[in-house]
């Protein structure tokens, strides 16, 4: 995690927030690599699960809600984590947490008998006060971005061809005062949720197939980008782990390096939400009146920023390569004249690095020799690096190496954008 982290802030994928006044706790910032990263996390699940999809369009709704959707949904009375506190050095944390009580018990190993007072349930919404003159308006900052498409669901069924079977996407920040947030962007209290809410006919048969469709779907979509099976797992929760909307649930875990961590949560919420709205459907074609069930899949953006970004990261033969898949390449290639001083080599370069950025976020290095330049590239996970040479100037071909072969080859630059785009298919 201290190379994953160190790698983060000197490449400029992930820094803390507001670092200059001592950062603040549970708030990160994507730098100029980490923003491409996670931009096409994004893209990719839009792709996957909009694009792609004839029965899912998209959403995007508003942060703040009237504060009524959090107290229809259940949140404002339910959505708690139990808070405990060290009698001792009265530091906070959570009580369903055992491994963090036990090594924080480590710190004071001559009190661990009657260290902890009794559990308390936090709410985890966060606050805020709209309007200029008092008494401001109470409001929240959305806790999960899910309530915005339940409370659309009218709207999106009036104003889009759907019918039941459909689903309603919807990438966005949440919020959450997380009592102790950490292991990174782990647990943050500023995070981007990417979620699926699928709308079904009431039905247990078809909810169970439903729920294991969507289990597979999900897993399959995460191995498509690189995961290895052996690194991920399903957790089912026991019932009294389960969120105060779920009628079950299970989770997809990654094998971090702080312990198997939830990645993405599917949920059974059966009718609990569109009922607390008071919202139904009625079937076009029969005319029957019913409250859908919902199965969403729920993922986090910034775990997967960062479990991407584990598994990506190798140490070979002294190199430092992040074998991140092509497609989620913060850089699609990079473009190198071979001397910095040659002005026909350098104009060539430009102008192959011209024409790709057209297509791609491509990078541009003439500092320093080649070897460097790869090094440098190869730790920010750029798939291809371009070289203009002198027999780039005599017959229009430049060589392309490889991240993670280290092989090149010679191709020519008009089939150089074909190239990439049938290794990114
Ligand atoms: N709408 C359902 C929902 O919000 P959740 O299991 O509470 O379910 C879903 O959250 C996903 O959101 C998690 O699997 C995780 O990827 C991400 N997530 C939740 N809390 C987070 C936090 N404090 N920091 C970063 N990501 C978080």
């Given amino acids: 995690m201290d190379k994953i982290v160190a790698l983060a802030k000197r490449r400029g994928f992930i820094y803390p927030s ?33 694009q792609m ?18 107290e229809a949904s259940g949140h404002l009375e339910a959505f708690t984590d139990p808070l405990v506190e060290c009698r001792y050095c009265n530091r906070r944390l959570r009580a369903d947490k055992p491994e963090e009580l036990r090594e924080h018990e480590k710190t004071h190993p001559d009190h661990i008998a009657n260290l902890w007072t009794t559990p308390k349930n936090f709410n985890l919404l966060t606050e805020v006060y709209l309007g200029v003159t008092e008494p401001k308006q109470k409001a929240y900052l959305r806790g999960e971005i899910t309530q915005g498409v339940f409370v ?21 920040k949440a919020f959450r005062n997380e009592i102790t947030p950490g292991n990174f ?9 990417m979620e699926l809410e699928f709308f079904i006919k009431p039905d247990e048969n078809d909810g169970k197939k439903t729920f294991e469709y969507w289990k597979k779907q999900r897993l399959d979509w995460y191995l498509s980008l690189g995961m290895k099976r052996e690194k991920l797992r399903f957790a089912d929760h026991e019932p009294e782990k389960r969120a105060h909307y779920a009628r079950y649930a ?36 029969s005319g029957q009146e019913y409250t859908p069930w919902v199965i969403e899949t729920s993922g986090g953006v910034d775990r997967a920023t960062l479990f991407f970004l584990i598994e990506a990261y ?67 996970g750029t798939p291809w690096c371009v070289t203009i040479d002198y027999d780039t100037l005599k017959d229009d071909t430049v060589t392309v190496r490889d991240r993670d072969t280290t092989k090149q080859e010679r191709v020519s630059i008009d089939a150089l954008i074909g190239y990439i785009a049938e290794k990114l298919m």
């Fill in 152 to 172: 659309n669901f009218r709207n999106v069924v009036d104003s889009a061809r759907v019918k039941i079977p459909f689903g309603i996407a919807q990438i966005g």
């Fill in 250 to 285: 299970t989770d997809i875990e990654y094998d971090a390096p702080f312990g198997w961590s939830e990645f993405e949560g599917i949920h059974h919420r059966g009718d609990w939400d569109l009922g607390r709205h008071k919202l139904n459907y009625k079937d076009p074609e």
């Fill in 314 to 380: 190798k140490e070979l033969d002294k190199r430092i390569v992040l074998q991140l898949h092509p497609k989620l390449a913060p850089m699609k290639a990079a473009v190198f004249p071979l001397v910095a001083n040659k002005e026909e080599l350098v104009n060539k370069a430009r102008g192959v690095y011209d024409m790709l950025k057209l297509q791609y976020m491509v990078a541009w290095d003439d500092r320093g020799n080649i070897g460097k330049r790869y090094l440098s590239q190869d730790e920010i």
């Fill in 185 to 193: 962007t782990f647990r943050s209290r500023e995070f981007e949720q």
């Fill in 53 to 70: 999809r004839d029965d899912i369009v998209g959403l995007d709704a508003s942060i703040i809600m009237n504060p009524k959707v959090w």
């Fill in 18 to 50: 507001s670092e200059i006044y001592g950062g603040i706790a549970g708030f990160w910032d994507y730098g100029p690599l980490g923003v491409e990263l996670k931009r096409n996390i994004k893209n990719e699940w839009w792709k996957t699960m909009v």
